[in-house]
């Protein structure tokens, strides 16, 4: 029987997409509140804020799989005190890489929510406001509607950068086959290895396969919501 | 329904000054009309009461508590945008039974249903409750959103120049519609508007704003005939009060600079000669555009006269208004 790819190679196609899909599903809605904070408040620290959220966009990705172990790794400062009390341990585990490939998508998510909010017409919310709807109401009722092809767009593109992320992933939970081994990081370790071409050929068609179809999956779906709201 | 009082409102956006100090109350039940150029503080007055702004000092009082800190939907107000605002991704029905759909009023399917058609009836858009408000013309998403302000009874309804996006007869029509919810509910009205005939026909007080401030409040009648200043003078009456230099037409009253004539104040017949520049026939009035020596007035006369262009006739004021060097009455 025809089967294009060995245990291992599905493992690690089936690893990439939990890892893709926690790190989306985990911070969408911290991406959507910082998204509103960016957009919608004026406080103190909102530059500050603005940078940190887009410094994994700039920084090697090295940079941030480092520090991520100095600060996430077992004897990190965050880390260890997770391990300690709640038995959270983010190295070299599945659950680090969906740290690092949330981190990485994280200003991509942040960014296309928050220019789908900076579009809705203020003047909406005040109007529902004026007519007895309070915060929390105003947000689920009129604006959440309103982004939510934004907040579509965010989701996919996370988890498009989720599903490529490498740099961060490798140097945080490194490439263990099983555990913590992506897609990316089996490409990368096929070759390595003399001959393992045709194995690394096989996991980039799988790659731009899962990409083709991400894509396909988003339009449909964006055009269905653009549709419903623009009432077309 | 509540009455409302304003306390020294003060207001400022950026060194822009909006509002200066201004007090006001409006009794439980009134329609009270704010007048004023643009940039007078006619809208910064609506939104401070509504809560979207927040005032520089001052204080604002519904029903005796004071509402400053409070957030526009624990105000219990009901407000009217000049730009319309509408949800774009909900029916007209769905606009419409928004305010009746907030998780603390829990109102039952029924009832919003009824009161949405009701309102929908009034406002004469029951046809067009299936559309997406997307759909709709100007004129018909004012009406949906004056209506999303009527399905509900807040404590006082404050509306930006409503009418203004509708054409003539819909305006004269939902003009007495908001009239007879006004009588019917008792409800309270603050409502800014250019439109002379708005003020005059709806208004039960008149607040005049200059620059951010409140020059008078009083009844139609009072703004209208016994004026402060020239400013309000001016702003209403059709056509507008003459304003000329006080010895126009012989000596003035010591202080005055400026005399003051509405068109009624012009006596036709007598005095000072004039000419007929123009006689514009509107059909339930005519006006005249004279000129008396360098002066131009505008008066009106009998709809049917005979009189005609380059006519000569002799004119004096009656009963008129006086005003000092800055604007005053005298």
Sequence with gaps: MFDPLTAEEWRAVALSLRVSFWATAVSLPLGILVAYALARWRFWGREV??????????????????????????????????????????AFRWTG?????????????VRAIRLAIEAVDPRLEQAASTLGAGRVWVFATVTLPLILPGILAGAILAFAKAMGEFGATITFVSNIPGQTQTLPSAIYAALQVPGGETQALRLVLVSITVAMAALLVSEWVSRKVAKRISGA | MAEV????????????????????????????????????????????????????????????????????????????????????????????????????????????????????????????????????????????????????NPRIYLMDEPLSSLDAKLRADLRIELKRIHAELGATFLYVTHDQIEAMTMATHVGVLDAG????????REIYENPVSAYVASRLGQPRINLLPADAFGPAPAGAVQIGLRPEHVRIGEGQPATVRRVERLGDQTRL???MGPHEIVTLTDPHTALAAGAQISIRPDTPLWFDASGNRT
Excluded at chain 2, 97 to 108: C, D, H, M
Excluded at chain 2, 213 to 220: D, H
Aim: positive net charge.
């Design chain 1, 49 to 90: 804020l603005n940078g940190l959220v887009h410094l994994p966009l700039i920084l090697p990705p090295v940079v941030t799989g480092y520090l991520l172990l100095v600060t996430f790794g077992r004897r990190g400062s965050v880390g260890a005190y997770l391990d300690q009390w709640f038995g959270i341990v983010f």
């Design chain 2, 289 to 291: 555009h004279l000129t």
């Design chain 2, 213 to 220: 401030r409140l020059v008078q409040f009083g009844t139609p």
């Design chain 2, 5 to 152: 009082s304003l306390v020294g409102l003060t207001k400022s956006y950026g060194t822009n000054r909006a509002l200066a100090d201004v007090s006001m109350t409006i009794p439980d039940g009134a329609f009270v009309v704010l007048l004023g150029p643009t940039g007078a503080g006619k809208t910064t007055t609506l939104r401070l009461i509504a809560g979207l702004d927040r005032p520089d000092a001052g204080d604002i009082r519904i029903a005796g508590a004071p509402v400053t800190a409070d957030t526009p939907a624990q105000r219990d107000v009901a407000m009217v945008f000049q730009q319309y605002s509408l949800y774009p991704h909900l029916t007209v029905r769905e606009n419409l039974a928004f305010p009746l759909r907030s998780p603390v009023l829990n109102w039952p399917e029924a009832e919003i249903t009824r009161k949405v058609g009701e309102v929908a009836e009034v406002l004469r858009i029951a046809h067009k409750l299936d559309n997406k408000a997307t759909q709709l013309s100007g004129g018909e998403m004012q009406r949906v959103s004056i209506g999303r302000a009527l399905v509900r």
């Design chain 1, 97 to 109: 890489a969906a740290l690092a490939a949330a981190i990485m998508a994280f200003p991509l998510m």
